[in-house]
């Protein structure tokens, strides 16, 4: 029996039978044990997951905007130190501020909104160190970026890097980039 045939089964027994335990299950069927609660559970877990998706969105379970996430997950208070934060940033105000094709402002690399896991929106003052969750504290930066500048300014940041590359033997100068003011 392969693996698909067996989870099968463990999952029409348990649906037929609710009262049986892991152990009768895997007696009835002559499997393990393990292997019962390895595939009731990731049906539960997976179960869980898709309802926390569909809480997330109602309206369109796996259409919503990038945004959408990223916005939730930028509203949150993480450093216990911190006051709570009156305002929220909404997926709109994100897709008014960044659009459709937006820029790391740290690195100036294009980001690619629909690979949820390679961009952060970013605190500009961190919430560390008094920073609020408002629409003008909020920049988006690549994953890499973001996890260098950790919980520093971007003075501090920017002074850092500048470090780093003197020490490696750079010359650092600041030029102006064309487009920029």
């Avoid at 348990?14 to 595939?39: D, F, M, N, W």
């Avoid at 905007?65 to 450093?79: A, Q, S």
């Avoid at 929220?88 to 105000?93: A, G, H, L, N, R």
């Avoid at 919980?151 to 750079?170: A, H, R, T, V």
């Amino acid at each position: 029996m392969n693996t698909n045939e067996l989870e099968l089964k463990i999952i029409n027994l348990k649906l037929e039978k609710p009262h049986l335990s892991h152990r009768q299950i895997a007696y009835e069927l002559g499997c393990l044990k393990s292997s019962v609660t390895y595939y009731l559970k990731n049906k539960e877990q997976r179960y869980e997951s898709n309802k926390i998706r569909r809480d997330r969105c109602p309206k369109r379970q796996y259409n919503c905007h990038p945004y959408t996430y990223k916005c939730g997950d930028f509203n949150k208070r993480r450093h216990t130190n911190c006051p709570p934060q009156e305002t929220k940033v909404t997926t709109e105000e994100a897709k008014n501020k960044f659009g459709e094709n937006p820029k790391c402002y740290l690195t100036g690399r294009d980001i690619n909104i629909y690979d949820r896991k390679s961009y952060h929106f970013d605190h500009i003052v961190p919430t560390a160190k008094g920073g609020t969750n408002t629409v003008d504290n909020l920049e988006i930066a690549t994953k890499e970026a973001n996890f260098a500048k950790r919980d520093m300014s971007l003075d501090e940041f920017i002074s850092m890097c500048k470090d780093i590359l003197i020490n490696q033997g750079y010359k650092v100068e600041k030029t102006k980039i064309s487009g920029q003011l």
